[in-house]
């Protein structure tokens, strides 16, 4: 009797088609695996999956909105390319984010009667140096005392949402509003564009994809880029080769929370308008599965952010029509990250079958 | 200051620092076997969240616990096949734990949120994280399957050339550190809350794992840390009952910033880390079959 049995091996390369495929074959298993949840909930999967993913993007506002939700996303996504490309893992960019947009978003209430073309600007500006300090805390602490930037970065979020809430009911919150913890509105002038009349797609967005365009340039033409990669793929040949790890460090954080400064900030001057407590429904967590996603490539973080972007579309429909719990779109996210962290092993590994004697 | 008030403060501290030595000594087990597992908060919420449930629809606490540790057993289980197996980066498959265990609690616990429930009484949990921690440390140092678990950690290639099963091991290590987060996460909602609310945990896992480091991966000094943490952040509510006219934003903030000035004054000591940290943490094992 012979029988065969699948055995691991490893590759001398890894294989750029897997590379490729992976993400794909993530997306596809998550929407089985979506399937049968629905199902064993007690809803018609063809109708929940149809509810989820097509519905959504279905007319025009749809699309206008799948646009809303991956323009932070892929913002974000972006940044946190420069860390990981680096092996830094900073998973604070929801904290980066929060920052941006009380630093943008102060400007927009400190001149709130204000209507002049340089606001906007500034408040952008304002708020990539808001996102880009809150991220060099951690990498300052790593490098001066060499903490673990995983856990400081992840403790700058929660100091982060705290300062926020504290300056919307205290010292900024909208002598007007009722003592709602919201602040005044910007002004018309430190609102983002809107793309198209009667659609919330922004400017955001053309910010996001001119920023994706110069990280595409910077990953595959500069010496920068190059260096981020091999101090990410091996630190001793870095080391070896004169790399200075500690602006490596630096520059990839403070790029990463700029990124995200900027995403907060065109979160509350594009759809939100004023700052309140819940500005971002978890946009700098769910970035992380964008960028894994997106294989730290530009054009796969574009593709990603799209793809997660209808997972928190599609919640809010199921929520909306068939009463599932939105957090449902969680679970999604996290199901994604799990196939595709699984499947990678064909990158690196192939799988064969070996006779049994 | 009399009596009564040290006693209560006392038993506050005791109360509320529990889960984080449940959490924290279920994650240095792991991390001892060489597995690094940032899925801490995630388990604790899925725990909290199972067990406040399975109390709701049948009325048993026992259940509820045995429920919840199974719940821990699951989701540690699937993070065990991905890094042990499927051998992927522990790192990203922790924080998709994480990222799971979020949406999954609030999913399953969206209806029950508000339900009221009979708080269970916490001492018998304080004395099992006194004991647990304990067993651990006379697991390490004083069995000899506790040095080859520990061998496991410091170097698995060793450790496989000796004939141990580092894979084995290193999923029973990563069991129990996910049946200790469920614990973690089931007395928070039955006995210190008593009720579910989403994302309730509110990083204290992280913190958890914050403490492994503080304790340079030695059981007892968990139970120091922890102490520390717990009388600090109490600490904070009594000033603030004192009257000092602070916003309570920045109360709230005092775990958090003393978790990071706790991590900045262990970690500053580069050696000491290297010296404690088992040798072989996130590293993959890969025998070549």
């Known amino acids: 009797m012979f029988s065969y049995y699948p055995s691991i091996i490893v590759r001398g390369q890894p294989s750029v088609l897997m590379n490729i495929f992976v993400p794909v074959i993530a997306v596809l298993l998550t929407l089985f695996t979506g399937s049968i949840i629905f199902s064993l909930m007690g809803y018609n999967p063809i109708f929940a999956l149809y509810t989820f993913f097509i519905s959504p993007i279905s007319n025009a506002y749809g699309v206008s909105e799948l646009f809303v939700k991956a323009t932070p996303l892929a913002l974000i996504a972006i940044g946190l390319a420069y860390c990981f490309k680096n092996n830094i893992y900073n998973i604070g960019a929801e904290g980066q984010l929060t920052m941006g947009a009380i630093f943008g978003g102060g400007i927009g209430i400190y001149f709130y009667d204000v209507n002049s073309f340089w606001l906007l600007p500034l408040m952008i500006i304002v708020g990539a140096i808001g996102g880009a300090i809150w991220g060099m805390i951690p990498a300052f602490l790593k490098i001066k005392f060499n903490t673990n930037e995983i856990l400081t970065s992840l403790m700058l979020v929660y100091i982060a949402i705290l300062i926020l809430d504290y300056l919307v009911v205290g010292p900024w919150k909208d002598p007007d509003g009722y003592s709602f913890p919201k602040t005044r509105a910007f002004s018309e002038s430190a609102r983002m564009p809107l793309l198209f ?155 064969v079958f070996k006779k049994n004697i | 200051m009399n009596i009564d008030l040290i006693i209560g403060i006392i038993n506050i501290v005791l109360i509320a620092t529990t889960p984080l030595v449940f959490a924290a000594i279920g994650e240095l087990v792991t991390e001892k076997s060489g597995v690094l597992n940032l899925g801490v908060e995630g388990m604790m919420l899925v725990g909290a969240v199972t067990a406040f449930v399975t109390l709701v629809l049948t009325g048993s606490y026992i259940l509820a616990f045995l429920i919840s540790i199974l719940s821990g057993l699951i989701m540690s289980g699937l993070f065990a096949y991905l890094v042990l197996i499927l051998m992927s980066n522990q790192v990203a498959t922790g924080l998709a734990l994480t990222i799971f265990g979020i949406g999954l609690s609030s999913m399953i616990g969206k209806q029950f949120i508000g339900t009221p429930i009979q708080g269970l009484n916490p001492y018998f949990f304080i004395a099992l994280s006194f004991a647990i921690v304990f067993g651990v440390s006379y697991f390490f140092y004083k069995t000899k399957k506790g040095l080859i678990f520990r061998a496991v950690g410091e170097s698995h290639s060793s450790a496989h050339a000796l004939g141990y099963s580092v894979i084995k091991i290193r999923l029973l290590g990563i069991l129990f550190g996910g049946a200790m987060c469920a614990l973690a996460g089931s007395y928070m909602s039955i006995c210190y809350a008593p009720m579910w609310q989403e994302n309730m945990t509110s990083g204290r896992g992280w913190i958890a794992l914050a403490l492994v480091v503080f304790s340079t991966w030695k059981p007892n000094r968990i139970l120091i840390g922890a102490y520390i943490f717990g009388g600090v952040s109490i600490m904070q509510m009594n000033l603030q009952a004192f009257g000092l006219s602070i916003p309570g934003q920045f109360f709230n903030m005092a775990p958090y910033l003393a978790t990071m000035i706790v991590l900045v004054l262990i970690s500053s000591n580069k050696l000491r880390i290297k010296m404690s940290a088992p040798a072989s943490l996130t590293k993959p094992f890969y025998k070549g079959r």
């Open chain 1, 197 to 351: 009349q009667g659609l919330r797609v922004h400017f955001g967005l053309i910010i996001t994809l001119i920023l994706i365009f110069i990280s595409w340039f910077v990953f595959s033409k500069t010496m920068f880029g190059f260096q981020l990669k091999v101090s990410g793929y091996s630190p001793i040949a870095a080391r070896y080769a004169g790399f200075n790890q500690n602006t490596l460090i630096y520059l990839a954080f403070a790029i990463c929370g700029a990124c995200a400064g900027i995403a907060g900030l065109s979160e509350v001057s594009g759809p939100i308008g004023l700052l309140y407590r819940d500005i971002s429904p978890n946009y700098g967590f769910t970035a992380i599965i964008v960028t894994f996603l997106g294989r730290l490539h530009p054009l796969g973080i574009i593709l990603a952010s799209l793809v997660i972007a209808l997972t928190y579309l599609g919640a809010e429909d199921a929520q909306l029509f068939m009463q599932i719990p939105q957090a449902v779109g969680f679970v999604f996210q996290g199901l994604v990250l799990f196939y595709l962290l699984g499947a990678d092993l064909l990158v690196n590994y192939k799988i």
